[in-house]
Nanobody, 127 residues
Framework: QVQLVESGGGLVQAGGSLRLSCAAS????????MAWFRQAPGKEREFVAA????????FYADSAKGRFTISRDNVKNMVYLQMNSLKPEDTAVYYC????????????????????WGQGTQVTVSS
């Protein structure tokens, strides 16, 4: 059974940094794209960043470019999101997701591109 468990969230002041981790279990995902999404209260879940199975391709939402970095460790079956220069508007529950197909989606920012989801980790950025 596939399970994704996020960790690393917390409370941080504006301008600070956090590193989110997502541990995948149940199968290996070294050929599968993984992504981070977030959902703020009262808002739709939105795309943050995605990474290909090999890690050679990354894709970011405009809001994340230059501040966030997605990476992965296929030996550990983990994906990470390094978040720097955090802003209050980054406050949300952050979710990791995995695409069960072994090809890079033509729409990696779409929620429908991903089949497995974690339960989320809360990130709160104070002003």
């Amino acid at each position: 059974q596939v399970q994704l468990v996020e960790s690393g969230g917390g409370l941080v002041q504006a301008g600070g940094s956090l590193r989110l981790s997502c541990a995948a279990s149940g199968r290996t995902f070294s050929s599968n794209a993984m992504a981070w999404f977030r959902q703020a209260p009262g808002k739709e879940r939105e795309f943050v960043a995605a990474i290909s199975g090999s890690g050679s391709i990354t894709f970011y939402a405009d809001s994340a470019k230059g501040r966030f970095t997605i990476s992965r460790d296929n030996v550990k079956n983990m994906v990470y999101l390094q978040m720097n220069s955090l802003k209050p508007e980054d406050t949300a529950v952050y979710y990791c997701a995995v695409d069960r197909s072994a090809s890079w989606s033509s729409s990696p920012s779409r929620r429908s591109a991903y089949d497995y989801w974690g339960q989320g980790t809360q990130v709160t950025v104070s002003s």
